[in-house]
């Protein structure tokens, strides 16, 4: 019995250690360098205009560009998953307290993506934004530090 509790803790211990390691990877600055909303791609003026700023789990975008998931806001990732997933509140306004589900992949020091369901809707099982979905898919490019 001893063992499996020790495993248990070994196992708690290396999400812990795995969520904190993606939250430094995800904190920074990032431009959006594609996006598809509910299977339409963003217009490229849109896209370059959208930026991103990450600190541990908050989030928030310097300007309003209308391609993110809400203005402001906390987020909580699950690394341990198969893709891992992250959800998503929004801070204030009136949508404050809305959660959204998604999903992401942290695809090198200087690129990520990300897939989130509808607000209040079901969390994507693939990196994908078909027709009719609700979902926005995004593509990210860090441009700095935080």
Known sequence: MLGVLGGCAASDRTAREAARRDYARLSGTWRLVRAVVN??????????????VT?????????????G??????????????????????????NAGQVTL??????????????????GGPRPTAFESPPGSGRILQYWERIGPV
């Not at 906390?74 to 801070?91: G, H, K, R, Y």
């Not at 992949?105 to 369901?117: F, L, P, S």
């Open 69 to 94: 998931t809400h203005p402001a806001g906390t987020f909580t990732i699950n690394p341990s998953t198969v893709p891992p997933q992250v959800d998503s509140v929004a801070a204030g306004g009136t």
């Open 102 to 119: 998604g999903i992401y992949e942290i695809v090198d020091a200087t690129h990520k993506r990300a897939c989130w369901g509808p607000p």
């Open 39 to 52: 299977g339409t791609p963003v217009p490229e003026p849109q896209v370059r205009q959208t930026i991103l």
């Open 55 to 67: 600190d541990g789990n908050t989030f928030r975008f310097p300007e309003a560009a209308g391609v």
